[in-house]
């Protein structure tokens, strides 16, 4: 029988080796899998290459591990906001890379990642500082840069509900980048409010197939709430 | 198939059968048009197969009862279906980028022909004015195993060959060959004979094959059909 | 106000011009945009190139067109089935020209005519007469060939539900080809079953967004039955 | 913005409904992060604009009520927004799908530099350490109608240049210019002021902008507010 569920985060990420390529979902706060950032964050693995939309808006996200100094490449759209200050240090010193990618063709080449597609042609960022060192080619007159696939040892996402077999449905805007980083990564992980029966969910209305989901972990509100009264 | 084929070997209800076993709990698997289709109906109990037809939709679940039928909910050859609790809908892209992403545990596709080095032809036949591709091409380079699954013989003409003569599906693609008479794995020392259908004689599968059989001394001399 | 609902089908359809790409969503029967097919047999319009997976399966699909002799070139994936013959016939005396592209080539196509994607790189049909002439290139030590975007003029696309705005929800595998081509089109013609009240669709539920339909027929099931029945 | 500048021309929410009045009936527009944000609050009444987010939805409505702020329902700002009878969600890449597909009518950006070519510089400053791209680069490329909405001048200084000096976002992609002085059309002639802020003459703002402008004559000799 297909079981997903995990019994915590921290065996649910276990197996995240030094060196991984990791996809993080979330757009600032919003369907940000914080849950398994800071469990990633205590399992402590190193020179990770992270890919995430946003770095520093919120200090639960990727922030987290680049200030534990877990990462030795990261790869986003908007490297800014109130917690940005240690990727800017680390920048400075050397100690981390940062490769800056037009948010759709971060989409994009998240998608051709999950859908089988090497590298495909973008006008987006021909004649920038971005397309720079990239191949081009003209397109219906219009110069155009080679963007390839990203695919990721795991993801890490965030859900609203799951069911059993990994289904998962999401809360408004709260997709954003999960349900196209679920499909690029080798191991997906998702962290939800709930766990339902199979066949609860609205068979129209499943944003991530089942297929696309390795790992579920279910939040506790409870033992979240206790935690953040302790602080 | 003739008559004298007929004989021996898996009806087709057995081959499907044979194949279902060896699908594993969990599996995300795309049957194709023909035999394959019959998979769904032998899936061992207890286990949980999740099947994905290429018209856009995961959890394919049996016929539907007479009367029952929807035209709305149909599988990849266009016969009314039913969606298992747990299944869900999509779009023909997002269908495809499952299946050329590599997300599916299995393709299992019928063949013209199938060559000694996994090479498939199973879209076009040389004396057809039409070919009809489908998703063979994108299941077949996207699967990560494919396991063919047909008669052994068509009209008395070996379908496993040396080299397709036919129009390739894709080369070097096939993992495993499920037949009336046998399930042969396509590996990098060629085609091992992996178990027989009762009744067949490696000899007999052998003239029936245009290509050269291996057979593991280790499963003759564990008693294997093979020797019967 | 926002006002994509048109009268009938011939006003629908009234502006398709010889020459024009016509992108047809269905799968044999499901999804399949049946009433503005018959409305193109009855405008006229000729030397259409029709993309549209099945030719052939039923009798008022593409097969119409064809027979009808308004299409000069079909792209497609399965051109076979009870209702080839015309184009067959029209193969053989060279009226008509056929494209077989993989079926997953043919969406991806599609989609990335609707994606802003010109060009990508696929290893289907790599080492096949359907890879024959393309460009190709190795990636991850793979062959892969490089596949074009598809764009129409105008696409007919199926849908269950709409609303005023031009959103639609599908019906089960009706899908199918319907929300790839929607985004495909410079005009997308919709028929659907039902059109409903702003707001009253699911936003989490919404399969083709408003942005990509420009035009709305309603079906009548009565005026529908009664044709059945004088036939 | 120099003291200077803020005694002629439009206030912020006037600048953001001298946008809205130019966007038609039916449009789909993308307001970016600053000033574009405002466009939402001010579209003219009984016009129906679908804003599109790039986090992902379609119908972005008006802000919420304090304490009706929904932390899964927020605008490319991230900040809370409310979703219009009418809106979807969709995912990021759907959603720039939509946007470098061509499908969004206009995009309304701001800008640290345009040239009089429609060249856009908008991401990153020389001075800082960090760019920061988000969807400019997207937007600039994949929607119909580029429009800016702007401070003419940033701490005194033109943003209207003849050549961008700062890192460009895209080039030859803005259409039309809206800031607190004026409306200036981006054309093969060079930079076309279409309408000038009350208070605002023609000899202001061209001593305001780095490149040189043209106005119309049939628009000087109609009484235009250039003639103030």
Chains 1, 3 share one sequence.
């Not at chain 1, 079981?3 to 979330?26: C, F, M, P, R, S």
């Not at chain 2, 779009?91 to 599916?104: E, K």
Request: a negative charge; hydrophobic letters at 40%; glycine letters at 10%.
């Amino acid at each position: 029988m297909i079981q997903k569920k995990y019994e915590n985060t921290a065996k649910a990420i276990a197996d995240i080796h030094d060196g991984a390529t990791l996809l993080v979902g979330g757009f600032g706060g919003s369907g940000l899998p914080s849950h398994l950032i800071a469990a990633l964050v205590e399992q402590g693995a190193k020179n990770l290459t992270v890919v995430s939309n946003n770095i520093g808006a919120v200090s639960d996200g990727v922030a987290a591990l680049i200030s534990n100094n877990q990462v030795k490449k990261i790869i986003c759209s908007f490297p800014v906001g109130p917690h940005a200050d240690d990727l800017i240090a680390r920048l400075q010193n050397g100690t981390i890379e940062l490769e800056i990618a037009p948010q759709g063709t971060l989409a994009e080449r998240i998608r051709a990642g999950g859908a089988g597609v090497p590298a495909f042609y973008t006008p987006t960022a021909a004649h920038t500082e971005l397309g720079e060192g990239k191949e081009t080619r003209m397109f219906n007159g219009r110069l155009h840069v080679l963007e390839h696939a990203i695919i990721g040892d795991f993801a890490f996402i965030k859900g609203h509900k799951a069911d059993r077999w990994g289904n998962l449905v999401y809360n408004k805007t709260q997709r954003n980048f999960n349900p196209v980083m679920a499909t690029a990564a080798k191991i997906t992980i998702a962290e939800v409010d709930e766990i339902v029966e199979v066949g609860e969910l609205d068979p129209e209305n499943i944003a991530t197939p089942s297929v696309y989901v390795h790992r579920l972990i279910k939040l506790e509100p409870q033992r979240e709430g206790r935690v953040l009264v302790n602080e | 198939m003739s008559k004298d084929e007929q004989k021996v070997g898996w009806s087709k209800i057995e081959l499907a059968s044979r194949v279902a076993q060896d699908l594993e709990d969990g599996w995300f698997v795309n049957l194709g048009i023909g035999i394959p289709t019959l998979v769904a109906d032998v899936i061992p109990e207890g286990r949980e197969i999740i099947l994905h037809s290429e018209n856009g939709l995961l959890g394919l679940g049996p016929k539907p009862e007479p009367g029952e039928e929807d035209m709305d909910l149909v599988n990849a050859g266009k016969e009314p279906i039913t969606l298992k609790p747990g299944g869900c809908f999509f779009s023909q892209s997002d269908s495809f980028a499952m299946i050329r992403g590599g997300h599916l545990d299995a393709a299992i596709l019928g063949a013209f022909q199938v060559s000694m080095y996994g090479d498939l032809a199973s879209w076009k036949l040389p004396n057809k004015p039409l070919g009809r591709v489908g998703g063979a091409m994108d299941l077949t380079v996207g699967a990560k195993r494919v396991f063919l699954c047909m008669q052994h013989s068509s009209k008395g003409v070996p379908k496993i060959v040396e080299e397709c003569t036919y129009p390739l599906t894709a080369p070097r693609c096939v993992d495993r060959i499920y037949t009336d008479l046998a399930v042969i794995d396509v590996t990098d020392d060629g085609l091992v004979v992996q178990e027989l259908a009762p009744g067949v004689t490696f000899e007999y599968l052998q003239a029936n094959t245009a290509a050269p059989l291996k057979i593991l001394e280790t499963r003759l001399s564990k008693g294997d059909s093979a020797v019967i």
